[in-house]
């Protein structure tokens, strides 16, 4: 892939991307929805990469959205437009390999296209999170509605309708479970890069099936999802075949969140 808006690379079956245009606190432009229309397809497709962790150039932002005096390319017709979620969403590209996002700075606007659907979010202490658009004058609806399945409702509402009144905080991201985990700056990339290791250790085909059977049964009722949930389990678990051997590991790795 030749990307012009984000650093790509892959080591041991984790692929970083990296969103690098610091200069607009690296929002998206349409040469970055191409990039990442490419970049998903390529981590779909080769099955060296089992994980990946998304994070931001830059002191100042992850990302703070759409790139406001570049835009993304519209079509005239209005029943012919996009959603740019189409080339930025991992899940709407039909990835599930785990999606681990570490968050710094400020994180706004469409940058909830990639957090809503993180399956492990982290971020630094400095990390603040806000959608704009109502201040704007511009309804605020595909990422509030995004984020409303993973946060509780009042609390996506309260984001949606303060938009520059208003930011969340880190420690508060994690009381709403916005985030799992808050991390000095320094330490940041480190511990997603950990995470994406520990993941990527375990069986792939399990861990997709559990993320794919997860994030489907959201558009599903209880029972809908639990019937469904039954027939992964029957693809993914072939009888009598051992996915990972731990008798290597030693007793009493873990660790305590």
């Known amino acids: 892939m030749e990307l012009k808006t984000v650093l790509f690379e ?7 991307v ?9 929002g998206f432009n349409q040469q970055m929805l191409e990039d990442f229309a490419a970049l998903w397809h390529t981590v779909r497709t080769d099955d060296d990469i089992r994980v990946v962790v998304l994070r931001g150039a830059g002191d100042r932002a992850f990302c ?13 017709n209005v029943w012919s437009q ?8 991992p899940k ?8 681990v996002c570490a968050v710094h700075g400020m994180a706004a606007g469409g940058a909830f296209y990639w957090l809503n659907e993180a399956d492990i979010m982290i971020c630094s202490q400095d990390a603040t999170f806000f959608d704009p658009h109502v201040s704007y004058g511009l309804t605020a609806a595909l990422e509030p509605i ?6 509780p409702l009042g609390e996506a509402l309260r984001i949606a309708l303060l938009g520059l009144d208003e930011r969340v905080s880190a420690a508060r991201a994690l009381q709403i479970g916005l985030v799992s985990e808050v991390l000095p700056g320094e330490e940041l990339w480190d511990r997603a890069d950990e995470i994406a290791r520990l993941i990527a250790a375990k069986p792939p085909a399990a861990i997709q099936g559990t993320v794919r059977a997860i994030w489907e049964s959201l558009d599903s009722t209880r029972t809908q999802a639990l019937r469904t949930g039954l027939s992964y389990t029957q693809i993914g678990n072939p009888a009598g075949k ?8 030693p007793r009493g790795r873990w660790t305590l969140r």
């Open 82 to 89: 996009t959603d740019p979620g189409e080339y930025l969403s």
């Open 10 to 16: 892959v080591a041991g079956h984790v692929a970083t």
């Open 146 to 151: 995004g984020l409303a399945r993973r946060i």
């Open 242 to 249: 051992a996915g990972v051997d731990r008798s290597a590991v």
């Open 64 to 76: 703070t959205g759409m790139d406001v005096k570049e835009g993304i390319d519209r079509h005239a």
């Open 18 to 26: 990296t969103l690098n245009r610091p200069e607009v606190m690296n």
């Open 92 to 99: 709407l590209n039909q990835v599930w390999k785990p999606l």
